[in-house]
């Protein structure tokens, strides 16, 4: 099972370098470094890998203290029953899909965001940010609470044996033993934000150009994922074009894989 | 849908139509006759997508019919050589320069080729420039490979091809266009005329000393200037059903379905 798993993914990653080759023999290194992105005429992907990084990042930002603080709530306050409550909501909401994120996004919280900061329009990269930061919510909150889980009581005994306050138990004995697999979690759930296509395309402006100043959340942007989205369909099968778009897959690929191999290194830590 | 019912001795034919979304309502309505007229012999679907996806889905044999609402790109006619491209027209139909509804009743009821040009150049960028409030535009682009844009572009700056660097946000879809100019009271984009509605208002183009309004009235006697052909485009030579609801289209029973969902039918009468 795992053998053919791997020769999917090792048949995926060869058609994606194979497909890459054209764009990458024409333009070699101003394809990751190039900021201009006209088809027909030149393709630089900085600004999707900037746009993926940012709103990556934004997200994480938003999402780690809620997630963490809401795992360490459960494991440590909440009664058993309560807990397995928690774990099932958020194991529903870790399922759905990416779509309806994304309706809810443009319903929603593009006009929020537009309204709360006084912006011309919605469409940017915090709204992006902020949206994935509710996809991957769950997923970090179940993944990191598993971990604060599973630190053996004795820890626990020992600790309160010793005199330390609840908080100083948590803070002392069982976070340090559960940070691998917290960890884990969090780039596991970064994994899944980068690859979110069809919330963030419908959200994020699609603007192939790096904000001005970079670190600018108000402004619109375009992520790998958005742009593939946005463009694949009229290029299908042939040609310079399709070639780019491959190869802004194959970054996109390394991206997630990198993030991926960081949190199972983790994780492994854990079991 | 689409059950191989009615008649046992003929298998069910499919027909898929993708591309332009401007063309979309003209081939979904008239699909839906044409598959009740058939008798389930023929199952058709309809797809969105764009013109430059109609255009490469047909080419490319993806699809049985491509949609367009522009003329296809000699690099396409180029890409698609064999078994080569032929263009079918089913009607005619209007770009126009929409504006939120808000801009619209403050006094800015006609803009000229220059001041569009600029406002897609990010040149103007406050619509009190232009006789509007005091407020920053927002201007919205289309996806590059789109029929509405490619004709809206050769208008404006004489290349179909033509960069915005102005642009705020580049949505894809007609639909998708009239939905951003009606959650915003500030913006500016292109938009079929099949399309306006309360919210999203086309101005009247101002051209020589007088304002030309986007009516279907203005596009049949060829005053409007963004008008644009429908077409539909099929790789070599159509055949069977597909050259059958090809042929409806094109008849006085489709044309009527043309004029209805709001554009002006080939033969005018």
């Known amino acids: 099972m795992s053998f053919i798993s791997l020769v999917l993914i090792a048949g995926l990653f060869g058609f994606l370098v194979l497909q890459s080759v054209p764009i990458l023999a024409e333009q070699k290194w101003d394809f990751l470094l190039g900021r201009d992105w006209w088809a027909g005429e030149v393709y630089g992907a900085l600004p999707m890998i900037y746009g993926s990084c940012m709103v990556t990042g934004v997200a994480s930002l938003l999402v780690l203290p809620l997630a963490l603080g809401g795992a360490i709530f459960t494991s440590e306050f909440l009664s058993a029953k309560q807990r397995l409550w928690v774990k099932a909501m958020m194991e529903l909401f870790a399922g759905i899909t990416g779509i309806i994120y994304g309706l809810l996004g443009v319903a929603l919280m593009a006009g929020w965001v537009k309204d709360s900061f006084g912006l011309i329009d919605g469409n940017t990269i915090l709204t992006a940010g902020l949206l994935l930061g509710i996809m991957i919510l769950p997923t970090i909150l179940t993944l990191a609470e598993d971990a604060l889980h599973a630190v053996p009581g004795c820890y626990r005994d020992t600790s309160l044996s010793l005199g330390l306050t609840k908080l100083q138990m948590i803070k002392s004995a069982v976070i340090p033993q559960a940070l691998p697999g917290i960890a884990g979690a969090i780039f596991l759930g970064l994994g899944r934000a980068m690859g979110e296509t069809i919330a963030v395309m419908l959200v ?4 192939d150009k790096i904000a001005d100043p970079w670190y600018d959340l108000f402004a619109p942007a375009q992520s790998i994922a958005s742009k593939l989205g946005r463009e694949a369909a009229e290029a299908i099968g042939s040609g310079l074009q399709w070639s780019a778009l491959m190869a802004l897959g194959l970054v996109l690929f390394f991206m997630v894989m990198f993030l991926t191999m960081v949190g199972n290194l983790f994780l492994k830590r854990v079991r | 849908m689409g059950a191989s019912t009615g008649n046992a001795n003929e298998p069910l034919v499919r027909i898929s139509v993708v591309g332009s979304t401007t063309v979309l309502p003209i081939a979904t309505r008239t699909a839906e006759q044409f598959v009740k007229n058939s008798n389930g012999e023929v199952s058709i679907t309809v797809n969105g997508g764009g013109s430059g996806v109609g255009i490469q889905s047909a080419g490319s044999g993806r699809a049985d019919i491509g949609m367009a609402s522009r003329e296809i790109t000699p690099r396409e006619k180029k890409r698609f050589q064999t078994p080569g491209l032929r263009t079918y027209v089913v009607g005619r139909d209007a770009v126009a320069c ?36 005091d407020r920053e535009i927002v201007v919205i682009d289309k996806e590059a490979h789109r029929g509405t844009r490619h004709v809206f572009m050769q208008y404006v700056f004489g290349n179909e091809r033509a960069r915005a660097p102005g642009a705020r946000l580049v949505i894809g879809s007609n639909n998708e266009e009239q939905a951003k100019i009606s959650q915003s009271d500030s913006a500016i984009g292109l938009l079929s005329i099949a399309w306006m509605n309360d919210d999203v208002v086309g101005v009247g183009i101002r051209q020589a000393g007088e304002i030309i309004e986007p009516t279907l009235e203005n596009v049949r006697n060829n005053r409007f200037p963004i008008s644009r052909n429908l077409n539909l485009v099929i790789a070599g030579e159509p055949r069977g059903k597909v050259k059958e609801f090809v042929d409806y289209i094109m008849s006085p029973q489709g044309q009527k379905i043309v004029a209805e969902s709001g554009f002006i039918p080939i033969h005018p009468n």
């Open chain 2, 98 to 133: 929409v504006i939120s509804s808000e801009v619209y009743s403050s006094g800015v009821h006609a803009l000229s080729k220059e001041q569009i040009g600029d406002i897609y150049l990010g040149k103007i960028k406050n619509w009190k420039k232009v006789g509007g409030p």
């Open chain 1, 204 to 207: 994020i402006g699609g603007l």
